[in-house]
């Protein structure tokens, strides 16, 4: 990869790269300073090497402060990330990163109910890892062969639950069945949540209809990723109540449920 000055400073080893389903790969990348400032919910900007212009947005899924490293877990869904997914261990990779507003966390006391929908789970597992026993984790996926990271949320201590569109694995149906069972039974300081739109409004609306404190994470399409490109430009309320326009990558992508005009 031909590189100037400039981004030698962004490129970064590849650790480890392991392929989890027929469209998922994990990347572990070995970046010090950045996993030194990392919090759960940022994400991390990729660069495809070859004829690429715009930067991949990927979540961070998981920090390793004392190694040095950040783990991100991605589908191929297109040119850029099947070029991502070409790579291997040894590797190197041009990444901007930690980018966006994270999660803001009480006390690893508290207790928290996450939820993940498809590639929206990654981003749980930092949160599963802080609070631990003190967390349940709901993940749902359209089927067994799209599931991934279930093995990583047990080794957390946290309470797992899977479901699956078509029944394949774990219970058959939408995440927002368990949540609410959940709550019921336990209601928990907090809710987060990454996924598709409607899982995310379905889950901000219990949220509200239970008085549960709930942060969501966005996905939207990103060309810059720093706020530049306005191309993620995303409707949300300020605390008067007024409508106003924010942007995924620099004010979210976490966000108040409360904030987000469904």
Known sequence: MKQDKYTDLLTYIIVSMTQLTAAAWSMVIECPEVAGKAQPGQFVDLLPDGNFT?????SIC????????????????????????ELRAGDTVNMLAP???GFTLPEQSARAILIGGGIGTPPMLPLAE??????VVISGFR???SAILQEDFAGTGAKTILCTDDGSAGRYGL???PLEEEIKTQKPDLICACGPMPMLRATAALAETYEIPCQVSLEERMGCGIGACL???CRTKDKNGDEQYTHVCKNGPVFDAKEVLW
């Open 54 to 58: 715009l930067r991949r947005p990927i």
């Open 62 to 85: 998981g920090i390793d402060r004392a190694a040095g490293t950040l783990r991100i877990v991605f589908e191929v869904r297109g040119k850029g990330t099947k070029a991502l997914s």
């Open 99 to 101: 980018l966006g507003h």
């Open 130 to 135: 802080y609070f631990g026993k003190n967390a």
């Open 143 to 145: 089927s067994k062969d």
């Open 175 to 177: 995440v927002t069945l």
């Open 231 to 233: 191309v993620c430009a």
